[in-house]
């Protein structure tokens, strides 16, 4: 693996793990808003995320690298601090929300992408070789 492509690796996941933790954070603070729409909303919101990452990318890392920022951001607020406060309470809203977290982190990693040899891309691919000079 060159520098380079190290580099791009290394950039994509820290902005993955970031977008992914940001996520979390405001799936912590807005997941009880409006119970069950704000529930809704945000559990929405992670399954296009992560759908969206997912189609963007061949690969499953970027994916897989989000998941765990927002995982690692709800863990992080599901406990209290000094204060007693928390931001993730155990009630039905909270085990909704985690509840619904690891369903759709789990089946957007299971989920099988889609496959450069597709039969549409090696056709396109065997059109554009007979159209080159």
Known sequence: MSLGSLARVSTLGLAAFLAGATLGLLASIYHAAFFPFGLIAILLAV??????????FVVR???????AGMITAITVLAGSDGQDSVLISANVAGYSLLAGIVVIVVFALAWPGSSPT?????????????TAP
């Open 47 to 56: 399954g296009t995320a992560l759908a969206g990452v997912r189609k963007v």
């Open 61 to 67: 890392y970027p994916a897989l690298v989000a998941s």
């Open 118 to 130: 597709s039969p549409a891309r090696i056709e396109a691919r065997q059109r554009e070789r007979k």
